[in-house]
């Protein structure tokens, strides 16, 4: 639905430990956004961030499905109200019996006016601006996580873990099969006639002991400048198609020269993705 955040899913291959990166890549600009890590800045964007981030949690891959197909979980994948997914969503298979977490900030305008103050994105960030880009650079204004975690069918309210105590994560409603019921504990995202019915059991969700939680998916917002972006949208809907072989992983880097123009950070704006530009996304 129009107006719902876009969260793009990336290759297995490029999920990021969010142990290690989420407070590095929430905020940050990405280079290249299908490699996130392989060159970003400035370091803890989130010192620029002055409002709440907007957190909640999806509970509807925690039932144990070792048998499902990647197209069944992205049917699945799809019907979280109020959010969108495009990008490599074969991968989606592997949220199976994982907590789904999202954190994405506001004010999107407002964030930005104080990120491209920092002297780090001054320096290098115009210097990406390129026609020749298979894709911008980008601004990451929301991850989204998967992380291992342990149901307890007790529906006990703590546990204790190396002598101390632990509270759970969330709580689940599951149906007899099994399955969950939908979403629980989130901030006003989802379906809003989720509750505990007959035939149904609390359980409390726990982080695994072995837990591990992963950055899977970022939101991205464009970073260009006004011309630019119609140079870009012209070529696209007139000049010829870029390479689909190229698309997902590519990392040309021709620079800005070949506009022959200097690119200053007070052109650089935000920009949202097409449906179109989202569909070239595999």
């Known amino acids: 639905m129009k107006g719902d955040p876009e969260f793009v899913m990336l290759k297995y291959s490029a999920w990021l430990d969010a142990s290690k990166f989420e407070d590095r890549i929430l905020g940050a600009i990405v280079r290249y956004p299908f490699q996130p890590t392989n060159e970003y800045l400035p370091e803890s964007p989130l010192r620029y961030n002055k409002t709440d981030l907007i957190e909640g949690v999806f509970t509807d891959f925690l039932h144990d499905n070792t048998n499902a197909k990647s197209r069944d979980v992205s049917v699945a994948l799809e019907s979280l109200v109020g959010f969108e ?47 020749l880009n298979t894709w911008p650079p980008c601004l990451v204004v929301g991850i989204m996580t998967a992380e291992d975690v342990e149901l307890d069918f007790t529906n006990s309210s703590e546990r204790q873990r190396q002598g101390d105590l632990e509270a759970p994560l969330t709580t689940v409603a599951l149906a007899a099969a099994g399955v969950p019921s939908g979403l629980l504990g989130d901030l006003g995202v989802g379906n809003p006639q989720t509750a505990l019915g007959s035939g149904k059991k609390v359980t409390s969700v726990f982080r695994s002991s072995t837990a591990r939680s992963n950055i899977v998916a970022l939101e991205l917002r464009i970073i260009t400048t006004a011309l630019f972006r119609r140079r870009e949208l012209a070529l696209k809907e007139n000049g010829p198609k870029v390479d689909q072989g190229r698309l997902a992983d590519g990392e040309d880097d021709f620079g800005s020269e070949d506009e022959g123009e200097n690119v200053s950070v007070d052109e650089l704006i935000l920009e949202s993705f097409t449906e179109e530009e989202y569909g070239e996304m595999h």
């Open 85 to 131: 997914w495009h990008g490599s969503k074969e991968e989606s298979v592997r949220l199976t019996g994982k907590l789904l977490r999202y954190k994405r900030l506001q004010q999107h305008a407002q964030f930005w006016s104080q990120l491209k103050t920092d002297e780090a994105v001054i320096g290098a960030v115009p210097g990406w601006i390129s026609m």
